[in-house]
Structures are given as structure tokens and as C-alpha cells.
């Protein structure tokens, strides 16, 4: 994504030309705004997650697949806060690029590994719920693969991310009066047959084409149809005989709870990092590419990265304000609590197992007092919910 394009002088030695553009500093209030806005982003963030990877990682109970797949979402936000949020604050306050030739690079492999990672946990988060509760019979398919799935999802994100790796980096131009210094990677080139490269723009399209559609936008689909898929196996579905006891009312309405919680994460990501998306492609198909970017993309840009960034503060208040099990174990992690009574949905694990082996009658009685079952005794009972 090249956002920074200037003008070209191939006919001219810009060592003998003045700067042709004025050189001006943000206003100190509005650089005061900024700094204390992403600073709050960033603490909230960096506290929030870790507090989120150890509740789960510390509480049993809390290790089920859908959060250990939360767990990696937490983490893809703690990569985008130490690596990526203050980089884009840096590069706002400043006249070009003042980070070095490492950060320019890595900045963008940062961000773009961490939406990957997010996209694809979130979408695992989906399947995993939809199989659970929707097809029954498939509840074990991520389960039983969830750690090497978690490692899967880092290696295709690395790999989607890397060749920014190798086109992305600080470029100088030297005025009279001024060293201009930008960060892009407008050297997507390839190797033309003559022995030398040359900057081939529509790999650069196809690329940030890729990431935006095929790796954001259409997984956010998926996912909506999922979650409508879930949403109408649960509140449409029937107990057999209409016997209601009071768990399956309390396991019932922990698993919409659950549902509701994964749903906001889903809406607030897609809100969040939607307008970034936006932006790259209209960076890449705008059609005249020798003049400047326009000003007021300038400053939506700023926005749409602010707001991508502060998704990963988003979360943690998500967890903590939607789920139970999450504020009861953090509290406990905080010393808060001295003995906590855990929420007893995970108990539904245990029973699946028993009534794939066990007799229609005896699958009936568990079924009737532990869970909540669709339609007929003939499906043995599903993970419809994890202990969150």
C-alpha cells in the first residue's frame, strides 16, 4: 500500500531544488490529544490481554477451545499494541519517516500478521460454536486439533505477511534545503527478463486485493452466516417432551450469553478494521497515481488506523463486561476473589462423551438434566457451550 507516493524528478538533481513543499509541525494541542488518546489505547490493551491469556491459562476451566482460540485473538492484540499502535502516532507527529530502516519494514509485517491471525481466530471462534451447536455430530472436528490449528494460523499469517519483508522500506530524496524520507513499498517489482527488476504495480494490487477481500471481507460474511445459522438452532430449537428443569433453563441461557459476547467481538472487529480496509483499496485503485494523496484521505486514514488500533483495547472489555466466568476470573487472578464458584455449563463436556455410549433412555434422562437438545434423541448431545 503505497500511501506516501510523491512526486518523481528523473530529469532533475533535487540536490540543487528547494523543498517544494512546506514543512509544518502538528499543533501542540492536537499532538497532546493524539499521544494521551493512543496512550489509553495502548495501557488498556496491553493490560487487558495479558489479564485474558492468564485467566485461561491459569483456570482449567477456562481452557476449552473457543478460548484458547480468544487467547490467540489476545495475543494478535498485544502484537498490534507493542508493535504497530505507537509506530502509526510516531509517524502522524512527524515530517516523514523517522523511525529507521527496520521499523518500516516490520510495521507493516506487524499489522498485517496480527489482522491475519485475528481474522482467521475469529473465524475458527465461528466454526467452532457453529459445529457445536448447529451439526451436532461434528462438535469434536476443531477440538480435537485446536493447539496445531493456533500454530497453523501464526504460520499462514507470517507467510501472507512476509513479502512486505522485502518491498517495504525508507526511501531518501535530498533537496537544497531538506532530506525527504518516506516509508512504502513502491519497490514491488519483479524480474522483467532483461536482469534487472522493475516495479510491477498490479502484484502490488493483487496482493493488498488479497488481504482486504479474500482474507477480510469474505470471512466476515462467513462468519455472519454463521452466527445466524447459531442464532436460529438456539432459539428455535425445542427440549423432547417439553420437560424443562431448572439447569437446562440456566445452561440455556449461558450458552445465548456466550453466543451474544462472541457475536460483539465479531461486530466491534468488523466496524474496527473495516475503514483501514477501505482505505487500501482505495489507495491502490485510485486512478491517477503521480499526484499526492488527497488531504482529507490523509486525515481518514489517520482515523481508520486509530480505530483498527484500538480494537485490541475493545476486547478485553468485551470479555469482561459479556461473560461471567471472564470477571469472576480475573478477580480471582487480582486476589479479589478467595473462592469462586465457577459457572457449571463446562459440565456439559463430560456428558457428551457419556451419552454417545450410552443408551436412547439413559441419553434421554442426561439430556433432560443437563443439556440442551435439538429436535430428537437420535443426535447424541453437541458442545453447545464451553466453560467461558
Known sequence: MDENETFSFPDFDTRQMDYPMNITSVPVGEAAVKITVYTLLILISLIGNTLIVLVVLKNKRMQTTTNYFLVNLAVSDLVVSLSCSWVNLVEDLTEGWVLGAFFCPFNSF???????????SLTLVACDRFFG??????????????????IAVWVISVAVASPLLVYRRV????????????????????????????????????????VSVILFFIPIIAMIGAYCGIIKTLWSTK???????????????????????????????????????????Y????????????????????????????????????????????????????????????????????????????TKSEQLDLINRHYFFKESIERPASKALHSM
Open 283 to 358: 489507495s491502490e485503485y485510485r486512478g491517477n497515481h503521480t499526484e499526492p494523496l488527497k488531504e482529507w484521505y490523509i486525515h481518514f486514514k489517520f482515523t481508520a488506523m486509530l480505530l483498527a488500533f484500538s480494537n485490541s483495547a475493545f476486547n478485553p472489555l468485551i470479555y469482561a463486561g459479556f461473560n461471567e466466568n471472564f470477571r469472576k476470573g480475573l478477580l480471582n487472578l487480582l486476589g479479589c476473589y478467595k473462592k469462586i464458584r465457577w459457572t457449571p455449563v463446562n459440565r456439559m463436556d463430560s456428558f457428551r462423551s457419556t451419552t454417545l455410549n450410552s
Open 171 to 210: 526511501h531518501e530524496r535530498h533537496w537544497k534545503n531538506h532530506v525527504e524520507r518516506w516509508c512504502d513499498d513502491s519497490d514491488w517489482s519483479i524480474d522483467s527478463g532483461d536482469g534487472e527488476s522493475h516495479f510491477h504495480k498490479p502484484s502490488r494490487v493483487a496482493y493488498w486485493t488479497f
Open 239 to 281: 427440549i423432547p417432551g417439553e420437560r424443562v428443569y431448572k439447569e437446562n433453563l440456566v445452561q440455556n441461557k449461558m450458552k445465548r450469553k456466550v453466543i451474544v459476547m462472541l457475536i460483539a467481538i465479531l461486530a466491534v472487529f468488523a466496524l474496527c478494521w473495516c475503514p483501514l480496509q477501505i482505505t487500501i483499496l
Open 110 to 120: 506487524a499489522q498485517v500478521t496480527s489482522l491475519v491471525s485475528s481474522i482467521l
Open 133 to 150: 451447536i448447529v451439526f451436532a455430530m461434528k462438535a469434536h472436528i476443531i477440538e480435537r486439533k485446536a493447539k496445531p490449528v493456533i
